[in-house]
């Protein structure tokens, strides 16, 4: 199963998903992130976040949901509605939901409140991508409708 976690810039947030999910995933499950107007570079703190984790920066890169390896099974917006962001819309039949995570990049303030709000956009996402592959898998792969009910049920999840 591939899933792809969208966002606007593909800078932070996507890039923290799908390098924590690849990193956690068991096999025959992979991720790819995306964004629909990528920045072209990933966030260094973003990088700095995944290596002080333990968990490879390797072959992560911005890149626009029109260039993706192959298709989603599964789509995961992390937009934050609340910040006034719009999610771009995925087109096809593939599940999707929203794991609305307000934005790091736009945080101001000093280099210890930028951090945190990195560490904590980092933090949610990994206690949903857990929550995710606590489920039993191999049989939600075959139950789309449940699967479905999952993953929303997981959006509202904090550490």
């Not at 592959?133 to 904090?158: H, M, V, W």
Request: net charge negative; charged share 20%.
């Amino acid at each position: 199963m591939n899933i792809l976690f969208l966002c606007t810039g593909n800078s932070c947030r996507s890039i923290l998903a799908e390098a924590t999910f690849n990193h956690l995933a068991p096999a025959g499950w992979h991720a790819m992130s995306a964004g629909s107007k990528p920045t072209g570079q990933v966030h260094l703190r973003s990088l700095a976040l995944l290596a002080r984790e333990g968990i490879s920066t390797e072959g992560y890169y911005s890149k626009s949901w029109e260039k993706l390896p192959v298709t989603p099974d599964i789509v995961v917006t992390v937009c934050s509605s609340a910040a006034g962001e719009t999610c771009p819309a995925y087109l096809g039949s593939v599940i999707r939901t929203h794991w609305g995570v307000e934005d790091p990049a736009h945080v101001t303030g000093t280099s210890e409140e930028i951090d945190l709000a990195f560490l904590t956009a980092y933090r949610i996402l990994r206690t949903r991508i857990e929550a995710f592959l606590a489920l039993p898998l191999d049989e939600l792969a075959n139950d789309r409708p449940r699967l479905k009910l999952e993953l929303d049920r997981i959006a509202s999840l904090l550490p």
